[in-house]
């Protein structure tokens, strides 16, 4: 949902830059697999993560290398709210999508 709403800004707005960051190489799903991922990044050091723990530490590094933390957290608990907290702990902005007028037509938390 948001590699595809990104695409859209960007044919909006063309100064808009963006890379999905994996927490794992996708595998080949079958010979018909046209995915694209020339917008994709896969960070140094998570190729020797075991795979349960790839997610987390690919959050962590995320936050680490960021100045302001865009989430969309519903609730008190789960990871995105985990991140959400740590990111704050560590003083960066934290823009959470789920507090402006976007969420309230999208009822994405429902």
Known sequence: MVKKEL?????????IKYSVVLAYMPGKRDEFDTDDYSDT??????????LRFAIDKRNRMMIEWSDVVVTYVCYSGGGAAKFKDIAEKKGK???????SEFSQKNHFCD
């Open 41 to 50: 990044m896969y960070p140094d050091g998570l190729e020797s993560v075991p």
């Open 93 to 99: 902005q934290v823009i959470n999508l789920n507090k």
């Open 7 to 15: 695409k859209q800004l960007t044919k909006i707005y063309p100064h």
